[in-house]
């Protein structure tokens, strides 16, 4: 019994010490930690602004935010900053005192939003692992740190990067003491020629890459043959941004137009990539479904979004990616009055909207004859 309750005590002085260290690091969340080396990268529409890819040597990582430590200074260069750090990591910020050691060259790519969402972990995680192309890392092992266990096709996806690539996961609570730490910066951005909110833009060239290498990799049937099929894209499964009335316009789509309602959700990775590369004309309400733009056929086409409200109208990263597709584009934005409030579609409007964009298509196909 004494053995027992020594033990106690012990543990609890070691977990009331880390918690003291944690305040003083706490009160100074944000800091500058210089790093050992940068590697200046060029990509397309960032010729007079490279991307830079930063080295640090023994820092210990936030695995599951790409937050770095050194000297108690935490150094933010991601879409977390402070406010959002609290918000996310105060809870758990004080039990992640384990660490353990990684030797050689490590990385990480998640933000506070990527872990389960279709949208974040493909347009902002996923894209950083761009930056390993760099011929400064082809002849090194390098360690992505994961904070829990995807599934077996998103990990070919992450390997698919770098073949030296090598999978950890660790549990939450766990920090990464690493030797090397690179710093990856985000690929997708808004470029300068568009005056629009926007992360969701990243180069022509790795949208083309992306598909055409992790198409074969997901074993989905790509071909090259004209896309033929018209889809509306419901939320019926998501818990916000829904359609109330949901029902009546996936019938009256189907009824005048022959429109079919599908539930991105309910597919597979493989059958999301063969129905977006499909089809030619999209009606959907603003969410993660439309990330499966980046399967579309460059080869014309519609996408028409339906905002919930004008909170979320101001996101116009898949207007980027419909017109890089060269789709004609157009939305209706409904009046919620919060940003995740379910709306009522006019269907009548919904109906005029579509008419034009068919007839634009039409005229665009003729012309093309």
């Known amino acids: 019994m004494m053995v027992t309750l020594k033990k106690i005590l012990n543990n609890k002085n070691k977990i009331v010490a880390n918690l003291m260290n944690l305040v003083t690091l706490y009160k100074t969340t944000t800091g500058e930690i210089m790093p050992d080396e940068i590697i200046e990268d060029f990509h397309e529409n960032s010729r007079s602004n490279p991307s830079k890819i930063r080295i640090y040597n023994n820092v210990k990582v936030w695995h599951q935010y790409s937050v770095i430590e050194k000297y108690n200074i935490l150094s933010i260069h991601s879409f977390v900053n402070s406010w959002d750090l609290r918000e996310h990591v105060k809870n758990k910020l004080f039990r992640n005192y384990l660490c353990i050691d990684i030797k050689g060259y490590a990385c990480s790519i998640d933000t506070p939003f990527s872990k389960n969402n279709y949208y974040h972990l493909f347009i902002e995680s996923i894209p950083r692992l761009w930056f390993l192309r760099n011929s400064f890392f082809l002849d090194k092992i390098i360690t992505l740190l994961l904070p829990y266990k995807r599934n077996e096709k998103l990990e070919l996806l992450f390997k698919a990067f770098n073949k030296n690539i090598e999978i950890k996961y660790l549990p939450e609570f766990i920090r990464a003491k690493c030797e090397y730490y690179i710093e990856l910066p985000f690929l997708s951005k808004s470029p300068d020629d568009f005056d629009l909110n926007s992360g969701a833009y990243f180069p022509e ?43 009546e316009i996936s019938d009256v789509l189907l009824r005048r137009y022959d429109i079919e309602t599908v539930i991105p959700g309910k597919l597979s990775l493989n059958e999301q990539a063969e129905l977006f590369h499909n089809s030619y004309f999209i009606i959907s309400p603003h969410g993660a479904g439309l990330t499966n733009l980046i399967w579309c056929q460059n080869k014309g086409g519609a996408l028409l979004e339906i905002f919930s409200s004008k909170l979320v109208s101001s996101y116009r990263g898949f207007e980027l990616h419909a017109k890089r597709l060269n789709f004609f584009y157009d939305s209706i934005t409904l009046n919620g009055s919060t940003r995740n409030e379910n709306v009522v579609v006019n269907t009548d409007l919904l109906c005029e909207k579509i008419d034009v964009m068919l007839d634009k298509l039409d005229q665009n196909s003729q012309l093309n004859q």
């Not at 990799?217 to 033929?228: M, S, V």
């Open 205 to 247: 060239s790795y949208r083309v890459w992306f598909k055409n290498h992790f198409g074969s990799i997901l074993r989905a049937e790509l071909p090259k043959i004209k896309p033929f099929r018209k889809i509306y894209i419901s939320r019926q499964d998501a818990s916000v941004r829904k359609f109330t009335n949901d029902e």
